[in-house]
């Protein structure tokens, strides 16, 4: 595979982008930058709330917390070189820069596809065993867990990218996509990429799948355990602690498998390109709405740091 990597005469990629009428160009960049200082202003804001206030130093806000700091990178990887590429009429991207790209890429999505099922682990400990939460949801514990979603994400793009980009890439060199993703660098390789289908498949099923249906186990236990809730608005607390994780979960996780989990030649490019939108920065930018922003405890906490007294209880 090595020798075929070096005999790669690809030297850089032009990435297309969106294929929509240039008179919309302005709107497009208009509206992804201001999309995108939105991201950086919600996820900043909670990440800062979160180390500011003590009340907010709890198992579920430390993982609400990483999940925030994921999205900023996640979409910082890729929505800066697209705004800069709608600006302008360069649109390449170095070889090494496209390999750099796809692994910070995969290794922060799939570090956030594993932490949703430590949060949904988090959950299940608060609304099944809340006598015992602060003492099983350890800070210990809770480090732990988000570094093994880090060592997973680490470890399988690491596998990802060096089968991708160990294949002959000989020209063309146009990648039909706003960023350098795999499915879409697939298409250029001059080589059978049959084998990148199944390891594409395999850890496809390993870093979503899995996580996936550890989410599913719990939640089911999850409810059963709030259907023996005796009163009514206990019921309803408990189950609005999970509806802001379910909602974020099927956001990302859902295209993300109908991505990354199909055989190359079923891939619609165009179909990919929204997917990738959808969970790259869309759930980025709905993610703090959903999760954060709505939640009392959070709004007491900007309050607090903005020195305008305390939010309504």
């Known amino acids: ?61 430390f993982f609400i917390g990483i999940l925030s700091i994921l999205d900023l990178g996640y979409t910082t990887t890729t929505v800066p070189q697209m705004l800069a590429h709608l600006a302008s009429q360069k649109k390449t991207i170095s070889f090494a820069s496209c390999v750099a790209q796809m692994y910070i890429f995969l290794v922060l999505g799939i570090t956030e596809s594993w932490l949703f099922a430590m949060m949904s682990i988090d959950r299940y400990v608060a609304i099944c065993h809340p006598l015992r939460y602060k003492v099983i949801m350890s800070p210990w514990l809770c480090g732990v867990m988000v570094i093994f979603c880090g060592l997973m994400g680490i470890i399988s793009a690491l596998i990802y990218t060096v089968f991708a980009m160990c294949l002959p890439y000989c020209g063309p060199n146009k990648i039909n996509h706003f960023f350098c993703e795999v499915p879409a660098v697939l298409k250029l390789a001059c080589a059978d990429t049959s084998v990148n289908d199944w390891v594409d498949f ?21 409810f059963i355990a709030i259907l023996r809730i005796h009163s009514a608005q206990g019921r309803l607390k408990a189950f609005s602690t999970c509806a802001s994780h379910i909602i974020v979960v099927t956001m990302f996780c859902v295209p993300a498998m109908v991505m990354y989990m199909k055989p190359g030649s079923e891939a619609s490019l165009e179909e990919d390109k929204k997917l990738a939108l959808f969970y790259n920065v869309v759930s980025a930018f709905l993610n703090p709405i959903i999760y954060s922003l709505r939640n009392k405890d959070v709004k007491r906490a900007f309050l607090k740091v903005a020195g305008w007294g305390r939010a309504p209880e």
């Open 202 to 222: 395999i850890l496809g099923f390993s870093v979503i799948l899995v996580p996936l249906s550890l989410i599913l186990v719990i939640y089911v236990n999850i």
């Open 1 to 61: 595979m090595m020798q075929e990597f070096n005999q790669s005469s690809v030297t850089e990629f032009i990435l297309l982008g969106f294929s929509f009428n240039p008179r919309t160009t302005p709107l497009l960049f208009t509206v992804f930058l201001m999309t995108y200082l939105l991201i950086i202003l919600g996820n900043s804001l909670i990440t800062i709330l979160i180390c500011l206030d003590s009340h907010l130093h709890t198992p579920m806000y």
